[in-house]
Every structure is written in C-alpha cells, then in structure tokens.
C-alpha cells in the first residue's frame, strides 16, 4: 500500500521568506502526487498535483516536482504571506476506490 | 453548484450513544471515504466505498459502522463501542472517470464532542 513521510511542524516563518515542506513517499505501481491545504476549521482543498515524472505542478505561489528517482514530492514557495498559514497535506494517489492516505500534515504559521 | 457536504457542522453525543454523520456528494463520484483527524494526527482512514452496496475498513474501523445504499450518500454512525470519539470527521469523494490526476473533494467537516 501507499504510505507518506512529510517533515514535522509546526514550520513558524516571517512573511517573505522561502518555505519548503518535505514530502517523500513510497508506493505501489507509479501513484499521481498531491498537495493539499486545510484552513482552520474546514475541509481539504486541492493546491497542485502532478501526474508523472518530473512533472511541476504549480498554483499561487506554490510549486512541487514529482521526483520519481527520490520518490519525493517536496512543496516549496518563493514568499509566504500570512494568508498561506494553514495546514498542508501530501497524498499519492492511484485511481478512485482505493484507499487515499495521507502524510500526517505541516502546520505553516507566517507571522507578518 | 456540486460539491460535497456534511451535517451538522457541530455534534454534542452522551457517552453511550450511537450518532450518525451524514455525507451527501452531487458530484456523481463512485468512491467515498470517511477520515477522523486528530491534533498531531493527521488525517486517519476510517471506511471507504468504491461503489454502492460495497465499502471496505480502513486503518481506524473499529467503533464505526457505514452504509453506501445511495450513490450520493455515505453515512457514518459512531458507535458507543468507539472509546474516544471525540474528533473532527471528514468525509470525501473521487471520481473514477477523471483517471490519473483525480482530485478528492472534501467536506467542511463535522466537530464531534462526547459530553
């Protein structure tokens, strides 16, 4: 089955500066990639995906490189705002009906 | 719009009691699934359904039952068997169609606290 590593939080950065979270993972047969924002008190929301090898899946702000070779699907982000504080999600994922897990999630706190 | 809802947002259950989480989807997904997310915990896989009349347990089942009658529906009943229910459920869904790249939709969640 498919597991997730993700780099322990809480991750406390000024805005502006560079931001990176962790995402490793190990998986059978050649998973989609997904990051995933949670606001206080909601659900999940999609951010990016990427679908194959070296692909870069980018949306506001945010980018990530499906790694194949390090198995690794890092999140990074150029400038953080104190809007982007929230919880972010790391997912591989195969195909509908199969079991979705995800990493155990960052906490990103941006003080302005 | 389609999307995916839960009810209600907040739930107060006695110790002892079953209660029921709705999840209803107009999306025309065929897979749904139920998480339970703790502090520090993540997100923990509790049921998930790949069509009607079929679900499967995941890493947290004991203490919950599902039911998947409805395409659009999946309900999770808590169960006094569950020793600390206390939580925040998510449930969510996927389209089989979309193929790879498929994203999963979320509900805003349900707050359930044992009092």
């Known amino acids: 089955g498919n597991s997730v590593t993700q780099m322990e939080g809480p991750v406390t950065l000024s805005e502006e500066a560079f931001l990176t979270i962790n995402c490793t993972y190990t998986?059978?047969?050649?998973?989609?990639l997904f990051w995933y924002v949670q606001y206080p008190g909601e659900g999940l929301q999609l951010l990016l995906k990427?679908?194959?090898?070296?692909d870069k899946g980018s949306n506001k702000g945010f980018e990530a490189t499906y790694r194949k070779e390090t198995t690794s699907f890092h999140l990074e982000k150029g400038s953080v705002q104190v809007s982007d504080s929230a919880v972010y999600f790391c997912?591989?994922?195969?195909?509908?009906?199969?079991?979705?897990?995800f990493g155990k999630g960052t906490t990103l706190s941006v003080s302005s | 719009d389609g999307g995916i809802t839960q009810s209600p947002k907040y739930l107060f259950r006695k110790e002892g009691q079953n209660v029921t989480l709705s999840c209803e989807q107009n999306l025309n997904h065929d897979a749904m699934y139920w998480y339970r997310q703790d502090p520090g915990q993540g997100l923990r896989l509790i049921y998930y359904s790949q069509i009607v009349n079929d679900f499967q347990k995941g890493d947290i089942a004991e203490g919950y039952s599902v039911s998947r009658e409805k395409k659009e529906s999946f309900p999770l009943t808590v169960t006094s068997a569950q020793k600390n229910p206390t939580a925040f459920y998510l449930c969510a869904s996927m389209g089989a169609a979309g193929g790879r790249g498929t994203e999963a939709f979320f509900g805003q969640g349900t707050r359930l606290t044992v009092v």
């Open positions: 990427a679908t194959k090898a070296d």
């Open positions: 998986a059978t047969g050649y998973p989609s």
């Open positions: 997912a591989p994922s195969r195909q509908a009906g199969t079991a979705l897990i």
